[in-house]
C-alpha cells in the first residue's frame, strides 16, 4: 500500500479537528478489519491516516432500564458479543455477534467501523436497525443524532460528512414482551450472507397472540439494509399465523432489491429473502412468547 | 516518514522505527525476522498471519504496526518456553494435527487465545473458534482432535 | 507379519519444527544480497505486445532492473511440450502471461515499478471454449505447434489447438454397442478449481556471474524443475541446483515450472539473489488449475448387468500453455473406462489449447473429473436397469488377475472389498425418503475409483551410517506434508532394528540428494520407499559383513535388532552398532564407514503404452483403487446440500502409518467436498472472476460430515512390505457420491459440477410443477 502521514489523536475533539483540518484528504482507522483491505489493494490512497484505535473514551456499553444501551463506537465486535449486559437484554445483537465474520476479526474490528465502511452485506447494520438504533456524529460544530435507517446513502456511502466522526450508537430500551433474531443465509462459515434479514417483534402486552408492531429489515439485498415496510405493515396489530407470515415473505421477497454476482442470481436472493423472513418472525414472535 | 514503535513481543522490549504504512505481519516477517507468522493471501482470509495482540488472536496482515504502540505481541515462537512446547504444541504434534504446517502457527495461536476465553468448549464451540483459519492439508479433523484434547487435560 | 515399527502411528518427524513456527518455508529465506522481484502480467487474454514503455519504472529509486522478454536469452520451457517463454515478447497468450518484470530492493519498490509500466496491447480474437478450440478455423494459441519440441509419447496436431490425442482402443465397441440390450449416453463436466495450497508459490534464484544458478524452490520436484531450467537454458545439468525448503502445500500445483523460470530470469539479468513470492491472486490466476473436462460417455448393457462396451470422449482445456496436460489426457485417458471389466473400450482424450488460465495437475491428475462422469454414468445406467447400483458396480468390477483396459493383468486389486466395506460403513440402503421432523431429503450414494501412478519413474536413496548409530537418508522426494519424510524413517529403522528418532532425513537439494521424479501421481511411498528399502538393505549388507568378522559367524547368521548386531541363534551374543568400527576410529584391521546406496526404477516392457491403441502390460505399475459412500441431506427450501456422513474405503496395500494415512484421508475428503459443492474458478472472456479467498469459497472447520476412514490391505508384490499409493485417488469419489446421493434424495440429477444450491433449488421447483 501506499505510504500517508500518521496520527494517532489521544481524544475526540483532536480527531475532529485532524478530521476538519484534512477534510476529504483524510481517512478514520478503527479496527481497520475492512480499510486496511482497500489500502492493500489500493482503492484508496489518503494522504491522512487518522488512528482512533486507542482512544479509550469511545470504547464503552452503558445500559440503563428507562434509556437503553449506549454503545461507544470502538467497542469491538468480540466485546458486543461476550457483554453479559447485551447477551442478557439485547441477546439477537449479542447472537449476531457470534456468526460476524471470524474470532479474529471481532477481536479487533469495532461496530463504528462497520458502519461507517457501509458494506451493502454487513451482519451489525440491519440487525441495530431492527433494534431502531440511532448513532451520534460528533464534530468541531457539534454533535447531531441520526437514525441508523438513514444513515446510509448507498455502497460504501453513508451521510457522515468530512468533518464528522461516529461517536456512539444508541439502542431504545425494548418493552418485555418483545423477541428478535437476525439470519442470513451464507455459502460457508465467516461469510456476511447473500441474504440477511433482522426482525424484531413487539407482542400486545394484554393479548401475546397479537403483534402489536414488527421492524423486519432486509440485508444484503439492496445498496443498504432495507425496512421490509409493506411486511411490517401487514403484521402491525394483527394475529401472526402461518398464513399472514408466508404473505409477509412474499412481500419482502417482491420489496427488496438484490443484485445478482457470481454466487447468486437475483432471484436466489429474492428467495432466500423469503425463507429468512419466514424462520425470522416465527423466532422473533416465539422469543416474544418466551420473554 | 519513519516513526517510532514501541511493544513487547514474545516477552522482549523492542523499539522499531518504521514507516507507517507497515503492517504487523511485516514488521514480524521481515523487520524482526519473526517469520513463523505466515503470508497466505494478504487479505485476512486465510488466518496464517494470525499472532496474539494482549492475549487476542489477530490477523496481522490487516493490522496497520503502529496501532500496536505498547501492546503485547505473542508469535508462534514466543508460545513454547525454550524446549517445552505449549500443551496446544504437544497436542497438535501427538494428533497428526500437522501436515504441511504453513497454517499451524495461526492455528495453534487462535486456538490458544480462543480456549483463554472459552476454557470449557463444545466441539462445535471450537470448530467455530476456528473457523477463520484456512487449512488445505488435514480436513481440520485431528486439529479440532487435539484441540479437545488439550481441553480435556486442562480439566 | 509383525513389524517393530512398519504399521505404527509414528508421529511425523516435522511436526515438532512446524508446531514451533521453526520449519523455514522458502518465502522465509533470507539469502545475503538478496533483491526482490514482481511480474507484471497481461491486460488481456490474447494480444501482440506492440511496445512496453519501462522508462519512468526505471526511474524509481530502488529499481535494480526492469526486464522483458527482450532482454532475455531466447528460451521456451515446458517439460512436455516446451511451448512458454519465460516472458512473453511477441503475444500473450492468457491473462497470467508474465509480460515484464522488476528486480527492486524491496517489495514495495518493485511493485511501484511495476505500476509504471506503461504497455501497448493489440487485442487478438480469443477462443475460451474447448470445443470451440477444436473446429476447423478456429483462432490458434500456438500458431507454430508443430515446430516445438515435446516428448515422444504424446502427440500434436498441427494447424490446431490440439496437443495431446491418447487413444485407447480393445476390442470392438461398434460391435460391443450392436449386441447389448440397451445403449445409455450421458454429458457431464466439471469445473475449473484451485488447489490453494496455504503456502503460495515462492522461489529464491540466484545466477551468478558464471551462470551457476541456485534455485530455492517451493516446488514438488527438485530433479524437474531443474531439468526444465536447464535444458530452456541450454545449460548442463550440474550448473543447475534446485534446494527445496519446508513447503506449505502442493497437491499438484507445485509441480512444473510455475515461477521458477521468471524469477531465473530476474536474476539472470542483475546477477544476485532474487526473492519471488507470487500474491494470492496470482496464484489463482497465473499458476495452474484442474482441467475443465467435457466427458461423453457411451456405455452398451445387458440386462442382466454386465457392461459389454464403454466409449468415452473426454475434452480437456489445458488453457494458453500445455504444463502437464496432455499426459493428464493420457493417464486419464486410459483409466476412462473405469475400474470394471469392459470387453470393448474406446476412448479419445484430447487436451486443447485455450485463451483461459493454465490447467495442470491437481490431486487425481484428471480422475476425480473422469470419475464423477463415470460414477454418475453408472447410476444412470443402473435406474435404467432396474439394478441396484452397489450390485451393478459390483457385478463389473476388475479383480485380481482381470485384464484393465490397457491389456495390462491386474495385480493388488482391492476395489470389490472397499465397495462392500464403504457401503456396509455407510449402511447401504438407498434412502429416497423426506425426513418428516426436519422436512429435509435424505438420500445416499457411492462411487468408486481407479487410478494409475505415473509409469516408468525412478527414485534413488543413499544412506549415511554415523559411528554413533545415527542414520542420515539422503533423498530427493519431497515431503509436502503427507509424511514422506516420517515413512521412509520408518522404513529405515524397521530394516536397520533402530528407533525413528536415530533417523534424519536430508532436505531435497540436486547438488547432494540423488534423482528422484518428485511427488506426484502418489508414488512416494512405492518408488521412494523402496529405494529406500534397498539402501537400507544394502548398508544392513555392510554391517553384518563387518560384524561377522567381529562376532567370527557368517553373515547371514546375523541380523539387526534393538540397535544391536545379534547372532540369531543366540541374540545375548552381538554388539552395539555404535560401538562398531564404522568412521573415525579403527581399533584392529576390521571397519570401515558404511554407505547405503538404492535405486528403484519401473522402466520395463510394456511401460510406455501404444501410441494408437493405449495398450501397455506395463502401463502403471500399480493400480490404486477405492470406495466412498455419501449420505446427504438436502433443504427444499434452500437447495442446501448437507453431507452428513462420508465412509471412505481404499486400498493402500500396506498401510505403513495409520496416523498419517488417516490424515490424507480426512484432508482429501475435504478438498473433494469442497470441489463438489462449494468451489469454482469463474471465467469470463479469460479473466477469473474470483482470484481470492473473498469469492472463491474454501471449507473451513465449520459444518463437515462424520468421516469414517476404512483401510483396506491388498499386498502389491513390488511395494515396500506390500504398500502402494493413496494420496490422490481420496479426492476422486466424493463428487459422484454426492451427485448420486443428492439423486437418491431429490430425484434430481446434476451433470455439471459443481453442485450448488442454485441448481438444485430451480430442479425442486420445476419438479414440483
Known sequence: MRTFKYFSPKDVKSVCTLLSEHQGEAKIIAGGQSLVILLRQKLIHPTYLIDIKAIEELNYIQYDEKEGLRIGALTTHRTLETSPIVMREFFMLSEMETRLASFQVRNWGTLGGNLCHADFASDLSPTLIALDAEVKLTSLRGERKVKLSAFFKDHYETILRADELLTEIVIPAIPKNSGGVYRKANLIETDQGIAGVATFAVLDSDNKEICEYIRIVLGAVGAFPLKSKRAEELIRGQKVDDAIIEEAAQMSSEDCRPIADI???????????????????????????AA | MKMKLKLKVNGAELEAFIEPHTTLQDLLREDLDFTGTKEGCSSGMCGACTVLVDGKAVKSCLIIALQCQGKEITTIEGLARGEQLHPLQTSFIEHGAIQCGFCTPGMVLTAKSWLDENPNPSEEDVRLGISGNLCRCTGYVKIVDAIMATVAKNK | MEYSVIGKPVKNVDAWKKAMGIAKFTGDLKIQGMLYGKILRSAYPHARILKIDTIKAKKVLGVKAVVTGKDLPKSLFGTVIKDRPAFVTEKARFMGDEVAGVVAVDKETAEEAIDLIDVEYEELPAVFDPLEAMKKGAVLVHEKLHEYAHVPIITVKKGTNICGHTKLRKGDVEKGFKEADLVVEDTF?????????????????HVDGLRNITIWASTQSAYVTREAIATGLGLPANKVRVIVPYIGGGFGGKYFLKAEAQCVMLSYVVRKPV???????????????RQPLIAEMKTGVNRDGRIVARQCRLIWDTGAYADIGPNISRNAGISAAGPYEIPNVCVDSYTVYTNNPVSG???????PQVTFAIESHMDMIAEKIEMDPLEFRLK????????????????????????????????????????????KLTGIGIACVHKTTATPTSSCAFLKLNNDATVE???????????????VTQIVAEELGISPEQVVVSPPDTLMSPFDLGTISSRLTFHMGNAVKRAAEDARQEILNIASDMLD????????????????????????????????????????????????????????????????????????????????????????VKVKKIVAAHDAGKVINPLLLEGQFEGSLVMGLGGTLLEELVWENGRTLNPSFVDYKLPNAVGLPEMVSIFVEEPHREGPYGAKGIGEPLTACIPAAIANAVYDATGIRIENLPITREKILWALKEKEK
Not at chain 1, 454466487?263 to 416474544?288: D, N, Q
Not at chain 3, 472397499?418 to 434412502?431: D, E, N, V
Request: glycine residues 12%; positive net charge.
Open chain 3, 275 to 289: 526473492k519471488l513470492v507470487l500474491t494470492r491472486e496470482e496464484v489463482f490466476t497465473a499458476t495452474s488449475v
Open chain 3, 473 to 487: 537418508i539422503i533423498t530427493s522426494g519431497v515431503d509436502l506434508g503427507q509424511g514422506s519424510n516420517t515413512v
Open chain 3, 396 to 439: 463389473n468390477v476388475e479383480k485380481e488377475g482381470s485384464i484393465g483396459a490397457t491389456g495390462q493383468v491386474l495385480h493388488s486389486v482391492g476395489l470389490k472389498e472397499c465397495l462392500q466395506k464403504a457401503a456396509a460403513g455407510g449402511k447401504w440402503i438407498p434412502k429416497k425418503k423426506a425426513n418428516k421432523k426436519t422436512g
Open chain 3, 553 to 640: 559367524t557368517n553373515p547371514d547368521e546375523l541380523e539387526l535388532r534393538d540397535g544391536r548386531v545379534i547372532v540369531k541363534r543366540n541374540p545375548k551374543k552381538g554388539i552395539f552398532l555404535k560401538e562398531m568400527p564404522l568412521g573415525g576410529r579403527y581399533v584392529t584391521g576390521i571397519g570401515h564407514p558404511v554407505l547405503g546406496k538404492g535405486t528403484f526404477c519401473t522402466a520395463r516392457e510394456g511401460a510406455v503404452i501404444d501410441l494408437e491403441t493405449g495398450q501397455g502390460a506395463n502401463a502403471s505399475v500399480f493400480w490404486m483403487y477405492g470406495a466412498q459412500a455419501a449420505e446427504v441431506e438436502v433443504d427444499p427450501e434452500t437447495g442446501e
Open chain 1, 263 to 289: 454466487h447468486a442470481s437475483e432471484e436466489y436472493k429474492r428467495e432466500m429473502i423469503k425463507v429468512l423472513v419466514r424462520k425470522t418472525v416465527k423466532k422473533a414472535i416465539s422469543r416474544g412468547k
Open chain 3, 361 to 367: 495437475s491437481f490431486r487425481g491428475l484428471g480422475m
Open chain 3, 189 to 205: 463436466t466439471a469445473q475449473p478449481i484451485q488447489h490453494c495450497q496455504m503456502e503460495p508459490h515462492s522461489v529464491i534464484a
